[in-house]
């Protein structure tokens, strides 16, 4: 079997865990911008560019993997949010695109290769894919509205450099997440298959999209069902949600996307919402008690955590999910379902 089907063989049998935030330990270590920069000279300031680490800090981010599989995940995504030519630009260092991914891949791999090596569980690694700052759907100037700051072809180009680099650095699959923009996502899905069809083998998805408020929609507008129609030709391996919120406040777009979706439902609420200070403050107890509801209402396979989640709300949620039963995957529908902002189905 390949990577895919083991996973979903082993996601038949119990829940899933994946891991947690790395951007929440990276800010804990409260590096300098030396640490950051590691001795390269980039003329600009590289505080925050936690894929520079990846370079620059290997150490580091290989100890946040190990905490995380210690912790109980089984998938293990890379370090890499903001590994592309149009984030990196930002920082002027998007010449070190390739060298960041692979190094993100194979760090993550050794890990993983490693924690399995010790117990005997298979993990896997995921190719985390961020969305960039730039958007398709949206002109970023009010006075133009058919105005965009980069095309589809382009953006195309930017996912397929990192997912080459990626997959060259080890990973099992491609993680397209928080996904606000859903024609972005679909450069992204357009990256990996190209991908696909020139390494001439599987190269499975998982895609995860991102809520910008309570009504359920992301920011071009599509609702969770809407989103689904626009993705499900591309047969990801997972669908899901990630970021937005906390756990409680996902839950009822959650069931929506459960119902439909005929693939695996992958799931990585926040810790809770923010403070005042953009801080979370969620105990790693309150976050597990409330994925606990979602684990016994059946509505995912795979759970695990984004801003604010540390190892101790892996642990804690890894805990609350190992005696559940996992999420029963419907068959796939016999109707005609088109995309909009909401979907249209059509009935025989």
Not at 60 to 72: E, W
Not at 242 to 268: D, I, K, W
Request: aromatic share 6%; hydrophobic share 45%.
């Amino acid at each position: 079997m390949n990577a895919a089907d083991r996973l979903r063989a082993a996601a038949a049998k119990r829940v899933l865990i994946k891991d947690g935030a790395y951007g929440t330990l990276i800010q804990a270590e409260r590096l300098g911008e030396a640490e950051f920069r590691g001795g390269r000279d980039f003329g600009r300031d590289q505080r925050g560019n936690n894929d520079l680490l990846n370079l620059t800090r290997p150490d580091l981010v290989a100890r946040i993997a190990r905490r995380f599989a210690d912790a109980g995940a089984d998938i293990l995504a890379t370090n890499s949010f903001n590994a592309n030519r149009i984030s990196q630009a930002e920082y002027g260092a998007e010449a070190l695109v390739g060298d960041i991914n692979r190094a993100a891949a194979r760090i993550t791999r050794e890990v993983v290769n490693a924690a399995s090596a010790g117990d005997g569980r298979e993990r896997w690694v995921a190719g985390a894919i961020g969305p960039t700052n730039k958007t398709l759907s949206l002109s970023p100037d009010v006075n133009d509205p058919g105005f965009r700051e980069v095309d589809f072809a382009t953006m195309t180009a930017v996912y397929r450099e990192q997912v080459d680099a990626l997959v060259a650095g080890g990973i099992d699959f491609v993680l397209i997440e928080t996904v606000f923009d859903t024609l972005n996502c679909k450069a992204a899905i357009m990256a990996a298959l190209e991908a696909e069809q020139a390494l001439g083998r599987p190269l499975p998805t998982m895609i995860s999209m991102t809520l910008t408020d309570l009504s359920g929609r992301n920011l071009s507008g599509h609702t969770v069902e809407g989103f689904w129609a626009s993705v499900r030709h591309a047969r990801p391996l997972t669908i899901g949600l990630n970021c937005s919120f906390g756990a409680a406040q996902l839950r009822p777009h959650l069931a929506a996307l459960a119902r439909q979706a005929e693939t695996l439902v992958m799931a990585y609420p926040n810790a809770g919402l923010p403070n005042d200070l953009g801080e979370y403050d969620e105990a790693a107890e309150e976050t597990a008690a409330q994925v606990r509801e979602w684990l016994d209402a059946g509505l995912v396979n795979i759970v695990g955590g984004c801003c604010g989640t540390t190892p101790r709300h892996i642990t804690a949620i890894a805990g609350a999910a190992r005696d559940c039963t996992p999420r029963a995957v419907p068959a796939a529908p016999t109707h005609t379902l088109l995309a909009g902002l909401e979907p249209m189905v059509i009935a025989a």
